[in-house]
């Protein structure tokens, strides 16, 4: 971290004395100026800083939403756990009107790094969410349509009267492109695992929806190729080993499924994936 | 993450039936023992997670003092920075304490692992501060003995205790060996600042210190933590260029003058520095 001011390099000749001048002199110029970069400097950390632990709460909210949402295949009233992951989806979003707070008046960029995990995590998290309910992969705009938040302004007491806005002010936070990519690309690890749990219940309509959705999310990937961000050829490889276990259930219950019945298929489906199943964790 | 309860495995067909009757019937013995277990888990991941912040916090804390003591070779009042930087100590032991109450009652050895970086950087800050102070390595017992915090309890009637709750923070011996590690590289920097600044007594006694501390961590050779082998080999970096910069001026040193020195020795450290940052 190259945070130092005045660098411990070892000095010219010809500035030695004029160095020695300004380490005695705590006003000079070029102190002074340094002063003014270590603040700037500390202000930028202390916020990248707190913007890793919103994010952090962000991933943590988002992944145990993931984990409730799991449940639907399991329980017979799919629309309470739904509800329950809408409200802790909510909490989230609240957090990230929390991010969009800090980055008021930034470059987020220069902060991206920070935010990323978390916003992925919750774009993962939405999908999951809106992929339950319509079977479908919910866009970019829809995401960003709900992470708008209503800031009333603290009236300031000592306010001068040109500076009163009645309504509050509108801050959107806009989910970049990238990250709404590798959210997706989550999304697949999750949607596989749904796919495994619903056979194990004995559903054998949701692999084959799964299977073509997927398909389709992994072209949509290969026309991306290597354009994008750097990320995305390891997720893309992880989305092709998803797609080969939906697609190997779906042939085990098709060409399978005629010879056994139903409550033995769980058997040798189980069988069959801890045969193939190298890495399980996608996240 | 497993933190799933009732993991989505397909089930045995001799428990398909109790399972059905499981998954339908909300109160069964097995889905609260299971919903006792996510709470549990909850509790346990949340607490980690708060230690993590903190340690994050006393992390950088610790750098940024670590920053201002490297300072002290090149302004003429060090106390003042001295004592700067014993009052962001004392503010990163605030934080500590903070670490010592999420610990109360619990395994340490279980959360170790998120507060161990925040740990280390404060063994190194104030080990650092010991050097510039006494040009001696702190002891283990002496940080504990500074890590004490007097907790008052907000207590009911029959838990009064008028003088209130001592709680420690015990350093680990191995998180107390990272952090010496870690001097040795704040050391390095110090001793090439303070060429630099045309000090030519730190460097010797710098050599012989970390000389020492090396020795000290071949004894422990492989039968210690294994990042002990990582900062062992850094250590061995750190320790060769105290010593170049000893040769230089011992053997350069009686042929040159002494503001021309610095620039020597600038010449020779950046054509054989590798890789500067040790942290």
Redesign the interface.
């Known amino acids: ?1 190259n ?2 001011e ?1 660098e ?6 010809a500035d ?1 004395a004029l160095d020695r001048d300004a ?2 002199n705590p006003s000079s110029p070029v102190i002074a100026a340094f002063k003014v970069f270590q603040q700037e400097l ?1 202000t930028k ?1 202390d916020k990248y ?1 707190r913007l ?2 919103i994010s ?2 962000v991933t ?1 909210e988002s ?2 939403t993931i ?1 409730l949402l ?2 639907v ?4 009233n799919a629309e309470d756990i739904l509800n329950e992951a809408e409200v802790k989806l909510d909490a989230v979003r609240q957090k990230i009107g929390q991010i969009a707070e800090e980055l008021r008046g930034e470059d987020i960029f220069q902060f991206h790094r920070a935010f990323t995990p978390g916003i992925q995590e919750y774009v993962e998290a939405v999908s999951f969410l809106h992929y339950i309910r319509h079977r479908s992969l919910i866009s970019l705009e829809e995401i960003n349509a709900r992470l708008v938040f209503m800031k009333t302004e603290k009236v300031d007491p000592k306010g001068s009267a040109e500076d009163l806005q009645p309504g509050g002010q509108v801050l959107t936070f806009q989910v970049t492109p990238s990250d709404y990519l590798l959210g997706v690309a989550d999304l697949t690890g999750e949607l596989m ?1 749904m796919c ?2 619903s ?2 219940n004995g559903d054998i309509d949701t692999p084959f929806q799964l299977s073509q959705f997927l398909r389709q999310i992994h072209d949509g990937f290969s026309y991306i190729g290597n354009t994008g961000p750097y990320e995305v050829s390891k997720k893309l490889h992880t989305l092709r080993q998803s797609l080969g276990k939906v697609e190997d259930a779906c042939y085990a219950l098709r060409v399978r499924g005629s010879e056994i019945p139903k ?2 298929l ?2 040798v ?2 069988s069959r994936t801890t045969h193939m199943d190298p890495e399980e ?1 996608v ?1």
Request: charged share 35%; with cysteine; proline share 5%.
């Open positions: 971290m945070r130092r005045g411990g390099c070892p000095r010219r000749n030695a380490s005695d500390d950390h800083e890793v632990k952090r709460d943590i992944k145990r984990f799991h449940r295949t399991s329980v017979p695992r495994i749990s056979v194990g409550h033995m769980a058997d489906f189980s964790g996240v």
